[in-house]
């Protein structure tokens, strides 16, 4: 390892989304972490605002992107990561559980017959004992599952990227009601990167405000969390968590974005197939168990 990386910061307010450019100071290698492209429910159009702003940066700073990161399948935003791949180049890679979440949402929307579940959508799929480099900065995995089954925090050169895991020690953690969600699974999650050092810079995925603080942050540490997170700070025992995390899930309404979300960021960034007319379909359940468990 050779130094820190450099960390910029992208932030989408609609979604309340926090993207990285993840760079090697001494050779200009970067990586790329949870990217959104811009979507509009009510019109079903897609923009590349978002994205483009990660493109001029890149280009501006003369990086070269090799890795494209995904913490999870989100189910707030569409990833950017296949788009941001066909302008920028760089290998995509999501954790290797993503296939239990293709399978689940495979079934939930009724895909094509030509879809497989076994992750080739993305280039790469990672777990706890992959290990890699973004120039000459190393990258460690950790499996982190609870919110979904394929979270993964990257640890770059002793700073680490949370995905949805945690949140500002003052709004807690992740929600676990979504398929293949379990709120002792994410404890444990949890309890592996507050087992990093105290010092250790946590970048957040979003964050949403609280009633006493307006502005929106996305950096924290292993010692604030400990010491302070309202959910899960030293001393909160796995029951006491669970407990708290599936209360709280029953009062939750489904996230805005997350029908299109998951069909889309399943299949590695990109839109389903289409039809015999040309056109391209996001698909809604109707009245079905699974559309009620998506609810919960």
Not at 94 to 108: E, R, W, Y
Not at 188 to 208: F, V
Not at 249 to 277: C, H, I, T
């Amino acid at each position: 390892m050779t130094g820190k990386p450099i960390v910029e910061t992208f932030f989408d307010p609609v979604t309340f989304t926090y993207s990285y450019v993840v760079s090697a100071p001494n050779t200009g290698d970067c990586a790329i972490i949870d990217a959104v492209l811009d979507y509009d429910p009510a019109s079903g159009r897609v923009d590349t605002n978002c994205a483009q702003q990660i493109i001029d940066f890149v280009k501006t700073n003369s990086l070269k992107v090799q890795w494209i990161l995904d913490t999870h399948v989100h189910a707030d935003h569409l990833s950017a990561s296949s788009y941001l791949q066909h302008r920028l180049g760089g290998k995509t890679a999501i954790g290797h559980l993503v296939t239990q979440v293709q399978q689940t949402f495979a079934d939930v929307f009724h895909v094509e017959s030509g879809f497989v579940a076994d992750g080739h959508q993305f280039d790469h799929l990672l777990c706890a004992q992959s290990a890699f480099r973004v120039g000459d900065l190393d990258v460690s995995v950790l499996e982190t599952p609870g919110h979904t089954p394929a979270c993964l925090t990257y640890v770059i050169a002793g700073v680490a990227f949370v995905g949805d895991t945690l949140f500002m020690p003052d709004y807690g953690t992740a929600r676990t009601d979504f398929p293949g969600g379990d709120a002792g699974t994410l404890y444990r999650s949890i309890r592996r990167i507050l087992a990093l050092p105290s010092e250790t810079e946590l970048y957040l995925c979003h964050d949403y405000g609280t009633e006493e603080r307006e502005e929106f942050c996305h950096l924290t540490t292993v010692a604030e969390q400990r010491a302070t997170n309202i959910h899960v700070h030293d001393g909160i025992s796995l029951a006491d968590f669970v407990g708290l995390r599936n209360a709280r899930d029953q009062g939750l309404s489904a996230p805005k974005l997350l029908l299109p979300s998951v069909q889309f960021n399943m299949r590695g960034g990109d839109f389903p197939p289409a039809e015999d007319n040309g056109t391209r379909y996001f698909k809604i359940p109707l009245d079905t168990q699974a559309c009620g468990d998506l609810s919960a």
